[in-house]
């Protein structure tokens, strides 16, 4: 069984578009995140949940939103997409606050053309 | 500047050779850890270090958390090809957690 898993694998769209990446863990974290790694492999956060609840949000544009239905999902969407936010996207969970490291899934390839 | 400034940035040795790649800060923190992360996946907690001079060992991975806690090193014996990958440390600062810049080490058979 995948820990973290996340679809699509490979994303290709173009600008303007809106699009969605989904994300379930079988863990049973209490906290999800969302990172970004840019073309130089480093990443960054852009958002967490724990409960439900948003408790961090980095500067990202309000063209990406997180939706958690539930302690085991959170998805990410993103509108009017740009050439600049092509990207791996990674979703990660944690249990305690991820004082005890974080599970990755295998990241989505987003590419805007 | 970056919280966590790893070097090298690139490592390229032979199989069997020794290597260490280092993360430093500026910041005191209570724990570190550290991934790998294999093309085309994401990457994997190997450690966590919590006490300053703590040494963990995983294999042929050595592992070291600085005394002030503001850094941390790991060392690489007998390097093998299945150790290529990128190296990256990470910390938790109040409700957020960063990664280092990374270290991209390959392992020529």
């Known amino acids: 069984d995948t820990a973290v898993s996340q679809t699509p694998k490979y994303l290709v769209t173009q600008m303007g578009n809106d699009k969605s990446i989904k994300c379930e863990q079988n863990?049973?974290?209490?906290?999800m995140y969302w990172y970004k790694q840019d073309s130089k492999k480093f990443l960054k956060i852009m958002f967490s949940?724990?409960?439900?609840?948003?408790?961090i949000n980095e500067t990202v544009p309000n063209r990406f939103s997180p939706k958690s239905p539930d302690k085991a999902h959170l998805n990410l969407h993103i509108n009017s997409l740009e050439l600049g936010d092509s990207a791996v996207y990674f979703c990660?969970?944690?249990?305690?606050?991820?004082?005890?490291?974080?599970?990755f899934g295998s990241g989505t390839r987003l590419t805007v053309v | 500047t970056q919280l966590l400034e790893q070097s090298p940035q690139f490592l390229s040795i032979q199989e069997g050779e020794n290597l260490t790649v280092y993360c430093n800060s500026s910041?005191?923190?209570?724990?570190l850890q550290w991934y790998r992360q294999e093309p085309g996946e994401g990457p994997v907690l190997l450690v966590t270090?919590?006490?300053?001079?703590e040494v963990k060992k995983l294999k042929r991975l050595t592992f070291q958390f600085g005394d002030a806690r503001k850094d941390s090193s790991l060392h690489i014996t007998a390097a093998q090809p299945g150790d290529t990958g990128l190296y990256l440390c990470?910390?938790?600062?109040?409700?957020?957690?960063?990664f280092g810049t990374g270290t991209s080490l390959t392992v020529i058979p």
């Open positions: 990660a969970s944690s249990g305690q606050g991820g004082n005890y490291g974080y599970t």
């Open positions: 863990l049973g974290h209490d906290t």
């Open positions: 949940y724990n409960n439900k609840e948003l408790i």
């Open positions: 910041s005191v923190f209570s724990s």
């Open positions: 270090v919590v006490t300053g001079g």
């Open positions: 990470a910390v938790g600062s109040g409700n957020q957690f960063y």
